[in-house]
Nanobody, 123 residues
Framework: QVQLVESGGGSVQAGGSLRLSCTAS????????VGWFRQPPGKEREGVAG??????YYANSVKGRFAVSRDNATITAYLQMNSLEPEDTAMYYC??????????????????WGQGTQVTVSS
């Protein structure tokens, strides 16, 4: 069992930045694929970025503004979010352990989920 805990959410004005953290229990996290998802109010959860086969990937909506990284020493993944827009307002989740059945933007691909952290961007 892997537990994921996100932190770093908050409220910022458009153009601002936030860095989300996702800390995992267990020492297998460093070998897992890790994804970041978000769920805007009233909408479905969508994949925005993550690592797959050790390489980062990004949804078109965040490419050039968001960056993923990970620190295997502290078993933490990060989502650096720059140039935030009101459309980025959502609950953000990290997820880990790919099943290998779906693409990395599909919520069904991941076995473990964090509790989420709220990001609110005002115009």
């Amino acid at each position: 069992q892997v537990q994921l805990v996100e932190s770093g959410g908050g409220s910022v004005q458009a153009g601002g930045s936030l860095r989300l953290s996702c800390t995992a229990s267990g020492n297998t996290f460093r070998t897992m694929c890790v994804g970041w998802f978000r769920q805007p109010p009233g909408k479905e959860r969508e994949g925005v970025a993550g690592f797959a086969s050790g390489r980062p990937y990004y949804a078109n909506s965040v490419k050039g503004r968001f960056a993923v990284s990970r620190d295997n020493a502290t078993i933490t993944a990060y989502l650096q979010m720059n140039s935030l827009e009101p459309e980025d307002t959502a609950m953000y989740y990290c997820a880990a352990f790919c099943r290998g059945r779906y693409n990395n933007y599909d919520v069904r691909e991941y076995k473990y989920w964090g509790q989420g952290t709220q990001v609110t961007v005002s115009s």
